[in-house]
């Protein structure tokens, strides 16, 4: 089985390694095709986000790349776009809607990059309740996948990233499922991101089993990424990620052509 990685950071922007070398990565690696996916510019925080003035230079490099490597792998130029950005979707091939920051009072809550973001939010916006915090950032994932009508959802439930939340919790979970059921009414495809294991952040991927689960039964649909940030982790975890879905009881994972998704029996 060839894998495929849509979500891929490069030293564009917040990545280690250069474009080419992720490519050459996912070639010794034998794998069908890899999508970039860096950071689209926020003007709240550009401290990991390319810059306007990166643009024209990735697009003239993801170009360069699809017609140097055509016929070792496919190469698709995507963006990882975050709630508070815009871009011309036409420019790419794809688009991931994600959430990266809350933006409360004039102060941006950069909420999947510290726990102190996180908690900092929890205590200025949101009286203390946690929960309180896990609806306004689905509630703002729901909204952005609405209006942008991505090909899939970014990094589901990465609020708990640094363990604030008990995921077994009723009242999170409740949080967390009826998001899951508003999100899939824009885009029923959400990618299973191994970003935080092969950061050692975590142990599982996003979305966590429980949400998975629940995905499979409303009919939606799973592509693998590994939100790789260097050359060496670009199809991180994918086996497991088969074995997990197995188990749940899906026969297949989506794959993605330039155009459309294609299923990858399993
Ligand atoms: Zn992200
Ligand atoms: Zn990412």
Redesign the pocket.
Known sequence: MKFSNL?Q?TNFSDGKNTAEEVVLSAISKNMESVGF?D?SHTSIDESYCMMPSDYPLYHAEIDRLKQKYADKIKVFKGI?LDYYSTVNATDYDYI?A?IHYLYEGGVCYAIDHTLQDQLDYIANHCNGDKNKFASDYFNLLVNHVKNVKPLFV??FDVITKFGLFDTDNEEYRKIALNALKETIKYCNVFEMNT?AISRKRRTVPYPEKYLLEEIYKLGGEITLCS?SHASDTVDFYFSNCVEILKEIGFTYFLKFDGEKFYKQRI
């Open positions: 979500h950071h996916s950071h990882e991931i994600s970014g990094h970003g939100d």
